[in-house]
């Protein structure tokens, strides 16, 4: 009867264990499903980040090149208004030096004139 107990005692013990290791086999399989939903999470939202990053990029270099624009735009306005200016200036003082020659010209004409009437009136003075 003493060994019939120990049997008894010994089985109860295993089915205890067996009852523990069944909770601890539920308790692990939960942990499993909650850390596979975590990776999902994780994934998802290490994909939003890549994709968060990558628009980030291409709104950065999108702005870069606006403002490469708007130089290049301000360059090309500075050179047209001094290319305006140089030409404008050139194109003064070539008027300004064919006025110049006009009245030398007018101004020998006069003095030739002048100066033919006086060769034109001296003999008459003389005479």
């Known amino acids: 009867s003493s060994d ?3 049997l008894l005692q010994l089985l109860r ?3 205890q264990r067996l009852d523990q290791e069944a909770l601890a086999v539920g308790r692990l399989k939960a942990a499993l ?10 994934l998802v939202l290490c994909a939003l980040r890549s994709w ?3 628009s980030q990029r291409a709104a950065a ?20 208004s001094s290319l305006c200016t140089g030409l404008r200036q050139a194109s003064s003082r070539r008027l300004a030096d064919a006025m110049h020659g006009l009245w030398l010209h007018a101004a020998s004409q006069r003095l030739g004139l002048a100066s033919d009437e006086a060769l034109d009136e001296e003999p008459c003075a003389r005479g």
Do not use: I, N
Not at 33 to 42: E, H, I, L, T
Not at 67 to 79: F, G, I, P, S, T
């Open 4 to 6: 019939l107990e120990q």
């Open 13 to 15: 013990h295993k089915a």
């Open 33 to 42: 499903r909650s850390a596979d939903g975590w990776a999902q999470y994780y």
């Open 52 to 54: 968060r990053d990558v």
């Open 61 to 80: 270099r999108k702005r870069l090149e606006q403002a490469k624009e708007r130089r290049l735009e301000a360059v090309l306005r500075h050179a047209c």
